[in-house]
């Protein structure tokens, strides 16, 4: 047998891992529950079959960690899942309370359980197949990535067919990401890009989902009238809700048209309402920054890798109200292009880099929302009629995560929030929401409405 090689964390793992290391008593706020659910029927002894062979092809699945003098990671070179269990489910509130059970469970990482999986037969006569993964093995495109190369290889049993098309190697991924930290130019050169992007508009300004409370708070604790930054992690009161909201077709259909014609990504198009709404209950502030979730997935083994390759990009952006909303789109595209050729850059490396450049404390920043949007279309499963659903994790430590994807079964969008309860209420949520929805279909109806005139329209 060949020597076992070990690997540290790469810069996308690390933030991951920060998370982790400031939720002291919650550890399930690093982990990625999930499920699809198909109409076609299918069989769980040949699905077993089709996980351990997606366990030899995906060698994310074979990733184990270990702390010995500090965090360490290495591939099996086999790795048995044992019987995957099978559970069925009389109503539909039967099965939601059992999976957001096994979501909100500690997937115990250093003790050699990477991931849990589930086969399920729905309330309803469908079938389910979930998993509740470790967010350093996996991220959201990679859970993407295996349930898609799963169904393929079980049509390639159940048809007798030759096995799908190799996928990619996170372990060249990490080797890559590694190669990055150890080249001083690269890295300084990204470092420079990210200052002179934060200077160009002066100091941002903190504005939260909750309203300017938190800010104005600090100012009077502070005693500073002038400060544009205040806390946002909070390790101990860390109770987390999960909302989601579904979007009608009709409005969805503006939106996604709008998209469709323009070329425009989801990452620009839906958080543009977001930021409005944002921008609206902090005193109109025309400053906002959001991290925002890159896929960073670029050479084709990447795009057929599992693994955890995404980063929260710093997007801080400046609206003035006379922008149109196109302009004002075209703003965030241009913006996206810039940021993503230097997306290798740490995130802990600029959070460090920001406090030392505005002065902050350790706890402080301006961003208060990390979004993402997920690319599902209705070929994503193989071509396979499917839902895609999340689980309540519980916890989370920072105020809000927002995601949005394509219903595969309505063609609308699907809106979801993650947000602490101490800190953002529903209200809070429902008011975000609405907002949002109705800033997006203003703007992309017409875009040549401006920013004010849709400010001057939402609550």
């Known amino acids: 047998m060949s020597e076992r090689k070990y690997y540290p964390f790469t810069p996308p793992q690390e933030m991951i891992y920060f998370m982790l290391k400031y939720s002291f008593l919650h550890k399930q706020v690093i982990q990625i529950p999930a499920s699809i659910v198909v109409k076609r029927k299918i069989d769980f002894d040949l699905l077993q079959k089709a996980v351990e062979i997606e366990i030899e092809r995906n060698d994310c699945m074979r990733l184990r960690f270990e702390k010995k003098g500090g965090f360490r990671q290495y591939f099996e070179e086999k790795y048995d899942i044992g019987k995957i269990p099978v559970m069925t489910f009389k109503t539909e509130e039967e099965q939601e309370a059992f999976l957001t ?15 849990r999986m589930i086969f399920f037969n729905t309330f309803d006569g469908r079938y389910g197949i979930y998993i509740n993964v470790i967010h350093l093995a996996m991220d959201a495109p990679a859970v993407f990535v295996f349930f898609d190369d799963l169904l393929k290889i079980y049509e390639s049993l159940e048809e007798g067919k030759e096995m799908p098309k190799p996928l990619g190697s996170f372990e060249k991924t990490i080797a890559r990401e590694l190669e990055y930290i150890n080249n001083a130019d690269r890295v300084s050169a990204d470092k420079e890009f990210y200052k002179n992007y934060f200077l160009s ?4 300004i903190w504005n939260g989902v909750m309203g300017p ?23 101990i009161h860390d109770r987390a809700e999960l909302e989601k909201r579904p979007l009608s077709v009709e409005d969805s259909k503006v939106i996604l048209d709008y998209m469709e014609k323009n070329q425009i990504s989801g990452e620009c198009v839906v958080q543009l309402g977001m930021r409005l709404h944002v921008g609206k209950i902090n005193h109109r502030h025309n400053d906002t920054h959001f991290l925002v979730l890159s896929n960073r997935r670029n050479t084709l083994n990447e795009k057929r890798s599992g693994g955890q390759m995404v980063s929260a990009l710093p997007w801080r952006v400046v609206l003035p109200e006379d922008m149109t909303f196109s302009q004002a789109v075209d703003k965030l595209k241009t913006l996206q292009g810039e940021i993503f050729r230097h997306n290798n850059y740490p995130f802990l490396s600029w959070r460090e880099d920001e406090g030392k450049m505005f002065g902050y404390k350790m706890v402080d920043g301006t961003s208060t929302m990390m979004f993402s949007w997920f690319p599902l279309e209705n070929d994503t499963m193989n071509g396979w009629e499917y839902e895609f659903h999340s689980y309540c994790l519980g916890r989370y430590v920072m105020p809000l995560y927002t995601y949005t994807m394509k219903d595969s079964t ?5 809106f979801a929030y993650l947000h602490r309860t101490d800190s953002i209420s529903k209200a809070d949520i429902d008011r975000l929401h609405d907002n949002t929805v109705k800033a997006l279909v203003m703007g992309c109806s017409n875009p040549d409405i401006t920013l004010k005139e849709i400010l001057d329209n939402i609550d």
């Open 201 to 204: 508009d002066g100091e941002p």
């Open 410 to 414: 309505t063609g609308g969008l699907r």
């Open 213 to 235: 409370g938190p800010l104005d708070e600090a100012r009077k604790k502070r005693k500073n009238p002038e400060l544009r930054a205040c806390g946002s992690f909070d390790p």
């Open 101 to 115: 059970a096994d979501a909100q469970k500690p997937v115990k990482f250093l003790k050699g359980e990477t991931y």
